[in-house]
């Protein structure tokens, strides 16, 4: 057998056991597959988010979120419509320009602020100091195409008791793999970015820490 035939062979049969898992998982009606729909976000992370926080409850109803592209579609444009407030970061010029042209209203009573800043370990933190958000926050949302973990593991100034984190579901759940870091880094539209670790305790990228109704 050669070493291709053997790495298929061992990468279906992990899918069939996710498969498997999914389906005893799916039993269980407090899934939180059933509670997605889609306001603003990519997919069904509003309704998802939105189940999590019914379950474990907030405090401030602040939010974080990087990687936000111009605000229209993203994780917590449905909570800024809700009252939340918050602080957006994106690197693109014209996304920033464009968030303050719709988001006018809001940027102007000070319930959202936006910073433009291409995002690295090394800046994240001041950066969410410059925006005036530190200590506790309800959710905090990390999209940067890449580097979301090692993002995610320099964060000292802020405590998110919610955190949403992109992750490669291109490998298996149980393939504990991420890209090597690299400042400068930016998507080049391939599969080789982000990260897919057993080491984390996620479902779809979603998970809440210090709360004792987990999900």
């Known amino acids: 057998m050669n070493d291709y035939l053997r790495l298929y ?12 898992a999914t389906h005893e998982r799916l039993k269980d009606k407090k899934c939180l597959e059933y509670y997605g729909f889609k306001v603003y976000s990519q997919n069904e992370e509003d309704g998802i988010i939105e189940e999590i926080f019914n379950r474990v409850g907030t405090t401030n109803k602040i ?11 993203c994780n917590s444009h449905y909570l800024l419509f809700k009252g939340w407030r918050g602080l957006w970061i994106d690197g693109g010029e ?25 995002i690295t370990r090394e800046n994240i ?29 320099a964060i000292n100034v802020v405590r998110p008791r919610v955190v949403v984190i992109e992750y ?26 982000g990260l897919r670790s057993k080491l984390l305790n996620f479902w779809a990228g979603v998970w809440t820490i210090n709360s004792s109704a987990r999900t």
Request: with cysteine; net charge negative; aromatic share 16%.
């Open 9 to 20: 062979q061992n990468y279906f049969g992990y899918c069939m056991k996710f498969e498997d």
């Open 168 to 193: 490669n579901a291109k490998f298996p759940p149980n393939c504990d793999w991420k890209q090597a870091y690299n400042k400068r880094h930016i998507w080049d539209n391939s599969d080789w970015r």
């Open 63 to 73: 939010f974080i979120e990087f990687g936000v592209e111009n605000g229209l579609e």
């Open 94 to 118: 014209e996304h920033v320009k464009e968030i303050h042209e719709r988001f006018a209203p809001v940027l102007a009573n000070g319930q959202l602020k936006v910073l433009r800043a291409f």
């Open 125 to 153: 933190n001041d950066l969410f100091i410059k925006g005036g958000v530190t200590g506790e926050i309800d959710l905090l949302s990390i999209d940067v195409d890449g580097n979301d973990y090692y993002v995610w593991e």
